[in-house]
């Protein structure tokens, strides 16, 4: 085949795409956001109230954030430069990852370009072998909630484990999970358990404490032990009364926890927390660490000042705010008959729609009355559960709630979907 034929079969894929109505490539683009409490962004000329954000607790348009960020810009440059261990080290990420591994408490934390970058290095390091004379014992079953974020499938697949060695145990189904823990006894040296903490489609979480439950049962079964790795995006900085997220809310902890800079922290990057020995292993060994520049300098040290706010008075005040939207918002919906898709403590409030052509015929409408608002649909929910995915902010005040559930109503009432 030659290039412009192949060029010909990129375009007839995304026209295909296009035909379907799934095209992802026609992004709404934010040219600036107004200085209200609750900063509205302004598309085109006209300001919008934001619900689909992962900004959870509004920092990102936080003075000390942006002061954080431009003083270190000025004194150490706008981008790193160099990987870590060449050249690209600074001083705010050591900083940012000592406070991120005392936010977790975990003895240490290693910095990422994004999670999805940190999930897929971390997953391949922890299973297979660097180079031939590595010592690691590549022995493992690796055990994955089927509802998984994309990052960890990936790092899954890059395994390139045998498909034995590779399980998927039923959404949350924490006896599913043992059932397969315990049919592989004698099979593996090591079992190493991937899950999201909150999963972003319905806000639910894995219920850490009955996992560790499980693990307490079987771990001596295995000579390597079993090994918990959370990836907890979108329960750090935003879920638990002092935003540590699914441990907190579990009481519960995890061996290894992959977060991000990038939604409740409001900047951007991720990262992991953990032992000692992981984290010393992962910068021998994590790809996409070593060969892949980390985040600017700017970036760790306004995420430093987000954790600093987050530890302090106004963090908790900002956490009890977010608290108090949530059930503002689950109040009214509850109160005007709306149906939810599952009943969320979290941010993530979905709300049920039932039907691809609805919601996207929803997030028009709400578009026209000026909200930014996304769907969920099949086959990332099971067909029948399309939903519109509410996110929530302690910045949203509690008129822009209420003037959404308004706006809400009116869009129903205009599609005539009840
Ligand atoms: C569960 C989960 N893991 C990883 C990521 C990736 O985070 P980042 O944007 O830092 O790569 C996301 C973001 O969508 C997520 O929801």
Redesign the pocket.
């Known amino acids: 085949m030659s290039k412009s034929e192949f060029y010909k079969n990129l375009q007839a894929e995304v026209n295909r795409i296009d035909k379907a109505k799934v095209a992802k490539r026609f992004e709404k683009v934010i040219n600036s956001f107004t200085s209200d409490p609750n900063p509205r962004a302004v598309i085109a000329k006209k300001a919008y109230t934001v619900f689909n954000s992962?900004d959870y607790l509004g920092l990102r348009h936080h003075p000390e954030l942006k002061k954080a960020e431009h003083d270190a810009t000025t004194r150490l440059g706008t981008g790193p430069g160099a990987v870590r261990f060449i050249s690209g080290s600074f001083q705010t990420h050591l900083i940012l990852e000592q406070a991120l591994a005392d936010f977790h408490k975990k003895e240490a934390a290693i910095l990422f370009s994004?999670?999805?970058?940190a999930?897929l290095a971390t997953i391949f390091s922890l299973v297979r072998k660097q180079s031939r004379d590595s010592l690691l014992n590549e022995n493992t079953l690796i055990l994955s909630d089927e509802l998984n974020?994309r990052?960890?499938i990936d790092g899954i697949r890059i395994t390139n484990l045998d498909k034995a060695a590779r399980m998927v145990f039923k959404h949350l189904d924490i006896a599913n999970m043992e059932d397969i823990i315990k049919q592989n006894i004698g099979e593996f040296d090591r079992v190493v358990i991937l899950t999201?903490g909150v999963f972003?489609m319905l806000g639910e979480y894995q219920d850490l404490a009955a996992v560790n439950e499980v693990i307490g049962r079987y771990d001596a079964k295995y000579p390597q032990g079993i090994l918990l790795i959370v990836?907890d995006?979108?329960g750090v900085a935003a879920f638990g009364k002092t935003g540590r997220g699914c441990e907190e809310v579990c009481q519960s902890p995890a061996d290894v926890i992959?977060g991000?800079?990038?939604?409740g922290f409001g900047v951007?990057?991720?990262y992991v927390a953990a032992s000692q020995a992981v984290i010393d292993y992962l910068r021998e060994s994590a790809a996409t660490y070593i060969y892949s520049n980390s985040i600017s300098p700017g970036a760790a040290a306004a995420a430093h000042q987000s954790i600093k706010i987050i530890d302090s008075p106004e963090g908790t005040l900002l956490l009890q705010k977010l608290e108090n939207n949530i059930q503002l918002l689950k109040k009214l919906l509850r109160s005007k008959g709306f149906e939810m898709a599952a009943d969320s403590i979290h941010p993530i409030q979905p709300l049920l729609i039932g039907d691809a052509l609805k919601t996207k015929a929803l997030i028009t409408e709400m578009f026209k009355r000026g909200y930014l608002l996304s769907s969920i649909n099949f086959p990332v929910v099971p067909k029948g559960r399309d939903e519109i995915r509410i996110q929530l902010s302690a910045a949203h005040t509690s008129d822009d709630i209420q003037n959404f559930v308004n706006s809400l109503e009116l869009s129903y009432d205009h599609l005539g979907f009840r």
Do not use: E, P, R, W
Not at 114 to 117: D, E, G, P
Not at 260 to 263: E, N, Q, V, Y
């Open positions: 992962n994004s999670a999805f970058a999930n974020h990052s960890i999201d972003s990836d995006c979108h992959v991000t800079l990038g939604k951007d990057g991720g």
